[in-house]
């Protein structure tokens, strides 16, 4: 299956399962916007000075000569100019203060010359100049950030500055983790011959938790087809998704498939992909399950390009697939026809003004170290059979997807 195909049947097989939760703003960075939120107000409320200096009617100013014009007068941020000013005079004003009535230009501070009472202008401002309109940023009525949006900071600063104190958002997606394999041990327990650290669990579930998600990390499962059914039976009770890595292949060994075969249904377990050409999507009941490959490059590849999006979408977001960014191979690549890869680069400034990918030495879908030393995966269609270096091509950066 490619992975179009398969995006398709991820995204396209689920729907939003979580319902809202009003937080503080404080606690809503990084979740999923459950309302269209629009303005009550104009922002800035009142037009309002953009520099220090010296506010004056442009009508008083000499076009082809300095202007010495009386200062009366002050207004600063949170400390406006009670009633008009007078024509014929400056006010002295402050960043962010209201303009008063009948001012229509504001004269930076730099630009103006203060002899006793007097401010000597020269020539040359335009009208309006340096004075920022009521509604510049936000019209009352308007919509500033749209349900499904996942919140950055400066959405929790425009939701602020709107007046709101809380939002509405998603719940967190209620996840069961866990890992399978006989070779696999805790972090800091005793390593026996033949076995591993499991790093796969630590990774996929700093990666839930990047997303918002609610993991319930369930440790790792012994390779018995038995032991594998009851966990998947169990975690399927008061959990929104499973997530699994390891046991998705082909070997005598490999148990996911089998178990949710028995308990549900498997609706893809191959991908035409490199790396993670094993990676299954199933349920388990009504309970959508991803069976992650083994192997650590594979497990990161495939969660930030396939299930991070169906994620998204069980939570209600609306923009599913990250950006890409194009820049220059600086690297060539020979490839199989009919499968899409991904290969790890770390960027470089080419000299030019853009960026260039250089490609990590080792392809192992084992390196977990070529994860940590790249900057993102450069992504080849099925359709290429051989990258040039200097071509250009879409480049994922992990900040993208990796929280």
């Known amino acids: 299956m490619t992975t179009a195909e398969a995006l398709e049947h991820l995204t396209g097989r689920v729907s939003r399962v979580t319902g809202d939760e009003t937080v503080p703003l404080a606690a809503a960075l990084g979740r999923i916007l459950g309302e269209d939120l629009t303005a009550p107000q104009d922002v ?24 010495r014009l009386p200062v009366r007068g ?30 229509d230009t504001v004269m930076m ?17 335009r009208r309006g100049a340096n004075r920022r309109a009521q509604g510049e940023d936000i019209r009352a009525g308007s919509r500033v950030l749209a349900r499904g949006q996942r919140l950055r900071a400066q959405d929790l600063g425009q939701a602020a500055a709107v ?33 591993i650290y499991d790093s796969n669990r630590v990774t996929v579930s700093a990666l839930l938790q990047g997303l918002g998600c609610e993991v319930a990390d369930l440790g790792i499962l012994k390779d018995e087809a038995e032991t594998i059914r009851g966990a998947l039976e169990a975690a399927a009770e008061g959990h929104d998704l499973i997530v699994t890595s390891g046991g998705v292949s082909v070997g005598e060994e490999d148990h996911v498939k089998q178990a949710v075969d028995a308990l549900g249904r498997i609706h893809f377990w191959r991908l035409a992909i490199k790396p993670g050409r094993p990676i299954a ?13 083994g192997n650590p490059v594979a497990v990161v590849v495939t969660f930030v390009n396939l299930v991070r999006p169906m994620i998204l979408k069980l939570m209600g977001g609306s923009e599913l697939v990250p950006h890409h960014f194009l820049v220059r191979a600086a690297f060539d690549h020979k490839k199989k026809k009919d499968r899409r890869e991904w290969v790890r ?31 993102g995966l450069v992504e080849l269609p099925e359709e290429m059979t051989y990258l040039e270096a200097g071509s250009l091509v879409d480049f994922l950066p992990f ?5």
């Open 44 to 67: 800035p409320p009142h037009d309002n000075s953009a520099v220090d200096g010296y506010a004056v009617h442009f009508d008083d100013l000499d076009p082809e000569a300095e202007t």
């Open 74 to 103: 002050r207004a600063a941020a949170g400390h406006p100019l009670a009633g008009p000013a007078e024509r014929g005079t400056a006010l002295r004003i402050f960043t962010g203060a209201p303009m008063p009535e009948g001012p």
């Open 109 to 125: 501070q730099e630009d103006c010359r203060l002899e006793g009472d007097e401010v000597a202008i020269a020539p040359g401002i």
């Open 163 to 195: 007046g709101r104190t809380s939002l509405a958002v998603s719940q967190p997606l209620r996840v069961a983790l866990f890992s399978t394999g006989d070779e696999l041990r805790e972090t800091g327990a005793p390593l026996g011959p033949g076995c």
């Open 281 to 293: 999507l199933g349920q388990v009941g009504r309970v959508p399950l991803v069976g992650l490959p």
């Open 345 to 375: 680069a770390r960027l470089e400034a080419d000299g030019e003004g853009g960026w260039q990918a250089i490609k990590f030495p080792r392809e192992g879908a084992g390196i977990l170290s070529s994860l940590v030393e790249s900057d």
């Open 399 to 403: 900040s993208e997807v990796c929280a």
